[in-house]
Nanobody
Framework: QVQLVESGGGLVQAGGSLRLSCAASGRTFSILAMGWFRQAPGKEREFVSAIDWSGSVKYYADSVKGRFTISKNSPKNTLFLHKNSLKPEDTAVYYC????????????????WGQGTQVTVSS
């Protein structure tokens, strides 16, 4: 099993920045990819970004491309999401995910999920 704990959410004004963190523990040697998803009120959970375990392959949703950056600190098994130029439509609960399959953009590609961290962007 892999445990994921997100942190770094909060309230920020439009145009501001936040950095989300996700600490992985447990059987981290089984992880081949990690990602971020988000779910806004009344909407389905959607893909935000993903990174493979080497850190060399990264994917972004079109809605965040150029504003968000995914990165990881392998020795510390920590995943980050650097979010710049935040917009009110970025308001959502952000979930960290990890999986033992190759990097993917859909929820079934991931086996483990964090509890989520709320990000609220005020206009």
């Amino acid at each position: 099993q892999v445990q994921l704990v997100e942190s770094g959410g909060g309230l920020v004004q439009a145009g501001g920045s936040l950095r989300l963190s996700c600490a992985a523990s447990g059987r981290t040697f089984s992880i081949l990819a990690m990602g971020w998803f988000r779910q806004a009120p009344g909407k389905e959970r959607e893909f935000v970004s993903a990174i493979d375990w080497s850190g060399s392959v990264k994917y972004y949703a079109d809605s965040v491309k150029g504003r968000f950056t995914i990165s990881k600190n392998s020795p510390k098994n920590t995943l980050f999401l650097h979010k710049n130029s935040l917009k009110p439509e970025d308001t959502a609960v952000y979930y960290c995910a990890a999986g033992g399959k190759r990097i993917g953009l859909t929820q079934p590609d991931y086996d483990y999920w964090g509890q989520g961290t709320q990000v609220t962007v005020s206009s």
